[in-house]
């Protein structure tokens, strides 16, 4: 699964073919499908490993009591310094994902990504005025959605951090931070 995740998430779903695979898992294509039924089946396993094992931990960053601009930024920075960690793997493996040309690869990634975006849009909720929450979320989903995609395309991770602190400053007006969140970022 390991190999098979990592071939996914560097390459992306549409570049990596079943020769590409049975090359990485040294097994003949006969011995995939019997393991794991066809490509997208694989990708299916691989998206949800990504999701238990390599994704972020929302709900540490975002833990109640915390001032929401805040914890919204350090969500930002950790997404920043995690898509960047790794050369080979560079960016979210699922928002990746939900670019693919094949529908049913995006649909597969757009599934893993509901809970997180959901974790997001509650704790927004749970700070925002009513008719701001759906506004501050996408701005959020945005930012790291770009995170993850200028990550792939290179960046370092010291421009994507700065990147994302400075749209923190953004979120500070949004919710109304003091001045001492900036002096202290």
């Not at 071939?7 to 499908?33: C, K, M, W």
């Not at 999701?51 to 931990?57: I, N, P, V």
């Not at 849009?121 to 995170?147: C, F, M, Q, V």
Request: aromatic share 8%.
């Amino acid at each position: 699964m390991e190999t098979a995740k990592a071939l996914f998430h560097a390459r992306g779903y549409d570049a990596v073919s079943i020769a590409d695979l049975t090359q990485a898992l040294e097994i003949n294509p006969p011995s995939l499908y019997a393991a794991y039924g066809n490509k997208l089946a694989l990708f299916e396993r691989a998206l949800r490993s990504y999701r238990s094992t390599d994704f972020l931990h929302i709900e540490t960053i975002l833990r109640p009591g915390r001032p929401p601009a805040e914890a919204l930024t350090d969500l930002m920075v950790a997404a920043a310094r995690h898509y960047t960690k790794d050369a080979d793997k560079r960016g979210c493996m699922i928002t990746e994902a939900m670019q693919a040309d094949d529908e049913q690869a995006r649909a597969l990634a757009a599934e893993q990504a509901k809970k997180p975006r959901e974790l997001i849009r509650s704790y927004i909720a749970g700070h925002a005025p009513k008719r701001e929450i759906d506004r501050i979320t996408d701005y959020l989903l945005l930012n790291l959605r770009g995170l993850s995609s200028y990550a792939r395309l290179g960046y370092t991770q010291k421009k994507l951090v700065d990147c994302s602190r400075t749209a923190g400053r953004a979120l500070e007006g949004e919710f109304g931070q003091e001045a001492s969140f900036r002096k202290g970022r």
